[in-house]
């Protein structure tokens, strides 16, 4: 962890500027009639997950090229998480994946409770050979039945493993499909997905919740099983009550009204979280708010609007170019932004347009809240919570990565693929 001395001395040097930020743009926001503390308690409140397997550099499908001191271990990961944590107070849990972080659960809960976070939803690994058997052809859709059964039984294993660890959700990707036309019999090899699914759905405590997460393409080129909101939606009524959807912003379709589909997930009372990143041609996994801030924005504008309970978020990239940490915070803060500004939306003057049809002015609304610069507020709620006023800033003074990169063994770079 990073020495708080040192948090706290660069927080002196943005302390006079902060103040008079904010309350210039307390004073302005007052004449709108909101409350900026109010605003700053609520971005205080807010939380996103980080992903465990994101603290470590990225790959392509052509090669990963390793950075300095990546974490060699799960204990590694966590160790980099409470970093993030610590200097944004923006993401208290992390999401596991397994095998890559299996170890004992009272070492991890012991690790977590040394760092500061606790553990967000589970995620299973049925797109890559870990077991007896190849998912090269598919996992929990697969023909064979053996090899579904192993599918099953693996993701019942991340169920019992999040138990120990205090988790409530288990997200299901697979990356099954095909990649020639008449490879499959499309009908067949969702209906035994479905199957699987429901059996897995059947190992699920009683206050867990099971998200289905769908991708448009990869690694299947020409069908996915789970395609499309459309299916993952199917799917999640067809297995029950505690059966979820998951959206992840660069699984779609390029163009697609990503805000819509949230909304009607929210009228279908089956969206349970996000995967944040950003993408410009498809599933980059950028860091979030890089490409199209707007879009974050509106996603957050349906999710005000609707006020849904209980949603996970987490945040999913890929760091190619970066330090993982440093994209990681940038992530947490743009996606705390992104709430923060759909938060100051004039709700009754954006109803009265949408019921007058003056799609001028609605629109409109809508860009006032966009574009007013909320980062007094974020400042301003990280440094009541005793994080870094600027964590980027802080975090290179802190030289955090040039120690750990003396103690932690070299990454090799080699073939395409993620940490």
Known sequence: MIDNTLIEAENAKHDVDLRADYDALGQKLARQGVDIDALTRKAQGFAVAVPSWGTGTGGTRFARFPGLGEPANIFDKLDDCGVIHQLTAATPSVSLHIPWDKAAPTDLLAKAEEVGVSFDAMNSNTFQDTGALSYKFGSLSHTDAATRQQAIEH????????????????????????????????????????????????????????????????????????QDWGTSLLTAQELGDKAMCLVDLGHHAPNVNIEMIVSRLIHAGKLGGFHFNDSKYGDDDLDAGTIEPYRLFLVFNELVDADPLNLAHMIDQSHNVTDPIESLMISAMEIQRAFVQASLVDRAALAGYQEANDALMASATLRVAFRTDVEPILRMARRNARAAIDPVQTYRASGYRAAVSAKRPVSIGGGGGIV
């Open 155 to 226: 993701n019942i294993e991340c169920i019992e493993i999040g138990r120990a660890l205090g988790s409530k959700a288990l997200t299901v990707w697979i990356g099954d499909g095909s990649n020639f036309p008449g490879q499959t019999n499309m009908a067949r090899q969702f209906e035994r997905y479905l199957s699987s699914m429901k059996e897995v759905y059947k190992a699920l405590p009683d206050d867990w919740r099971l998200f289905s997460e769908h991708k448009i393409y990869e690694p299947a080129f020409y069908s996915t099983v789970v």
